[in-house]
């Protein structure tokens, strides 16, 4: 499937799930004082952050605003 | 300083959430702004401070003995005995307690920080995917440094009067002579003999 036909709203969606996604696992990380917390912070939460914002920043450079009539 | 930071992350959440379930407000410029700080300049702030934290934390003496093959260790800085060096330096603050592993097992060069931190992953690995070594087996991999010492003891005028170390000191700047196994201060860490140890215990 193209980019531009998943739809600025959609891949809006999928990078704000993927950042809420992250930041829930950095509180855990945060919260929990073991040798794990950092692997889980550095590997899954920032994994999952950076993803989000890459997506973000995708939908931006390649995904044109949808008009209002397609309402997507 | 951690509440601070769960506190960016929870506006972080609270912000991004606006985008899960109403993405359809970024048509009007003003949220466009807002998913922009809302959904990349937060999240990277947020993950800037938790490395930042994350890294902090790492150094501390009870997050190295937090690890299970590290918990003699952590005990041996009890060993009530002047000439286990370890213990001696821990117990007198010549080392900050809370980062008393780290101040002298830290690499001081200037990827020192990115050596330790891949070093104890593959702590972590060993611990979690394979069979960890035991604690008494543990060895530094090209043994203790003298730089390590030297970066808190080189200079000062105790250690520089005494004729023992002005006589070695081109041999333990360049590491030929070891301040540990030279028979001067070869005592650190003895935990196969533990259990005969004394120990002290701090005033609470």
């Known amino acids: 499937m193209k980019l531009s036909g998943i739809g600025i709203r959609r891949l809006l969606q999928i990078s704000s799930g993927l950042v809420i996604l992250g930041l829930l696992l950095e509180i855990v990380s945060l919260l ?3 040798p794990l917390s950092f692997v ?5 939460a920032a994994g999952l952050i950076g993803l989000g914002i890459l997506v973000y920043l995708v939908s931006l450079v390649f995904v044109a605003e949808p008009s209002e009539s397609t309402g997507r | 300083m951690v509440g601070i930071l769960i506190g960016q992350i929870a506006f972080s959440i609270v912000l991004a959430s606006i985008f899960l379930f109403r993405p359809s407000l970024t048509s009007a410029a003003g949220w466009k702004i807002v998913a922009f ?3 990349c300049v937060l999240p990277g702030l947020c993950l800037v401070g938790g490395m930042n ?5 790492s150094e501390t003496t009870r997050f190295c003995t937090s690890c299970h093959v590290m918990v003699p260790f952590g005990q041996s800085l009890y060993i009530d005995d002047a000439n286990h060096i370890p213990a001696q330096h ?3 603050h010549r080392v900050p307690a809370d980062m008393a592993c780290y101040s002298c097992h830290a690499d001081y060069g200037i990827y020192g920080p990115l050596d330790d931190k891949l070093r104890g992953l593959k702590r972590i ?3 979690y995917v394979t069979t960890p070594p035991a604690a008494a087996a543990i060895r530094i991999p090209g043994g203790f440094k003298n730089a390590q010492c030297l970066h808190c003891h080189a200079g000062a005028r105790s250690f520089e009067e005494n004729p023992v170390h002005t006589a070695l000191m081109s041999s333990l700047t360049s590491n030929q002579v070891s301040c540990l196994g030279s028979g001067c201060h070869d005592t650190a860490h003895d935990i196969a003999n533990l259990e005969h140890q004394k120990f002290w215990k701090p005033i609470q």
């Not at chain 1, 889980?40 to 899954?44: E, I, S, T």
């Not at chain 2, 934290?53 to 934390?57: A, C």
């Open chain 2, 53 to 57: 934290t994350h890294v902090q934390r």
């Open chain 2, 125 to 127: 690995y060993l611990q």
């Open chain 1, 40 to 44: 889980l912070f550095a590997f899954v």
């Open chain 2, 37 to 39: 700080v809302g959904l």
């Open chain 2, 90 to 92: 821990f117990q007198n």
């Open chain 1, 32 to 34: 929990w004082f073991h």
